[in-house]
């Protein structure tokens, strides 16, 4: 399934008006860790799947990267990225990231942040990324947690009191796709285990360089109302790799 939720005009405006779509990547709670990942974008050729507004195709301009593409199956979110990009250095293609194709040797780096959860087969996904890499190319991602995508309905157990006693975890090996609420609409996104992942990227070539559960960024545990929950359980999965030589 290639859902384009962003496209609907409700669903964008919710979308639009969260503090990681107005602020950018430091209102992100999981930048500061994932920043860390990221190579060393001088002179590089960089992709990157599920771009939105663009916030990271220019972050690796900024960074000293050669060219940028940014790739989205949302129009809505492609015009706001051109909105916010002034560079000549990068340019966007509206496009489900199951469709990519791109020749052998097109990229130094390919980058993906919060995306691929909505697409169903990582190992296609990983498969490409391989293929359009150059040797020694390295692919960093995140997705949700497969803790925080398992039961379906992303929430806590509450009590009659409305607290909140725990995160449920369900259904955890049957990968697949599953009904959210994300900002108060339905979304499908596709559970898959951590297993998958590794493994996904291991059998497409690649060496994997470093995994991390990233906790908040100190800051927004003080600043964000219920952001101090999030250490409770993983939300979200970062994962760097190299195209082996």
Same mark, same amino acid.
């Not at 992100?28 to 860790?33: I, K, R, S």
């Not at 250095?89 to 791109?102: G, L, Q, S, V």
């Not at 596709?190 to 360089?209: C, D, P, R, S, V």
């Given at each position: 399934?290639?859902?384009?939720?962003?496209?609907?005009?409700?669903?964008?405006?919710?979308?639009?008006?969260?503090?990681?779509?107005?602020?950018? /990547? &430091?209102?992100?709670?999981?930048?500061?860790?994932?920043?860390?990942?990221?190579?060393?974008?001088?002179?590089?050729?960089?992709?990157?799947?599920?771009?939105?507004?663009?916030?990271?195709?220019?972050?690796?301009? &900024?960074?000293?990267?050669?060219?940028?593409?940014?790739?989205?199956?949302?129009?809505?979110?492609?015009?706001?990225?051109?909105?916010?990009?002034?560079?000549?250095?990068?340019?966007?293609?509206?496009?489900?990231?199951?469709?990519?194709?791109?020749?052998?040797?097109?990229?130094?780096?390919?980058?993906?942040? /919060?995306?691929?959860?909505?697409?169903?087969?990582?190992?296609?996904?990983?498969?490409?990324?391989?293929?359009? /890499?150059?040797?020694?190319?390295?692919?960093?991602?995140?997705?949700?947690?497969?803790?925080?995508?398992?039961?379906?309905?992303?929430?806590?157990?509450?009590?009659?009191?409305?607290?909140?006693?725990?995160?449920?975890?369900?259904?955890?090996?049957?990968?697949?796709?599953?009904?959210?609420?994300?900002?108060?609409?339905?979304?499908?996104?596709?559970?898959?285990?951590?297993?998958?992942?590794?493994?996904?990227?291991?059998?497409?070539?690649? &060496?994997?360089?470093?995994?991390?559960?990233?906790?908040?960024?100190?800051?927004?545990?003080?600043?964000?109302?219920?952001?101090?929950?999030?250490?409770?359980?993983?939300?979200?999965?970062?994962?760097?790799?190299?195209?082996?030589?």
């Amino acid at each position: 399934m290639k859902q384009n939720k962003y496209d609907d005009s409700t669903f964008f405006e919710k979308y639009s008006n969260m503090e990681r779509s107005k602020k950018g /990547l &430091e209102a992100a709670g999981e930048w500061h860790e994932l920043k860390k990942m990221l190579p060393d974008f001088k002179g590089k050729r960089v992709l990157d799947l599920g771009c939105g507004f663009g916030w990271h195709c220019r972050f690796a301009v &900024e960074n000293g990267a050669k060219s940028a593409v940014g790739v989205d199956i949302s129009q809505k979110m492609l015009n706001e990225a051109a909105n916010k990009t002034e560079s000549e250095y990068i340019r966007y293609i509206c496009m489900p990231i199951e469709d990519i194709d791109f020749a052998g040797n097109s990229f130094d780096v390919v980058i993906s942040s /919060l995306a691929l959860h909505y697409v169903q087969s990582f190992e296609d996904i990983s498969a490409k990324v391989n293929k359009c /890499l150059t040797s020694g190319g390295e692919f960093v991602f995140s997705v949700e947690h497969p803790i925080f995508t398992a039961q379906g309905k992303q929430d806590w157990y509450y009590d009659k009191q409305g607290n909140r006693l725990h995160w449920p975890v369900d259904q955890y090996f049957t990968e697949g796709s599953r009904k959210a609420d994300f900002l108060g609409e339905e979304v499908i996104k596709y559970h898959k285990t951590l297993t998958t992942y590794l493994n996904g990227l291991i059998q497409a070539g690649f &060496e994997i360089t470093g995994i991390v559960e990233p906790k908040p960024a100190e800051h927004l545990l003080y600043s964000v109302p219920g952001m101090a929950d999030e250490l409770r359980r993983p939300m979200m999965l970062l994962i760097s790799a190299v195209k082996k030589r």
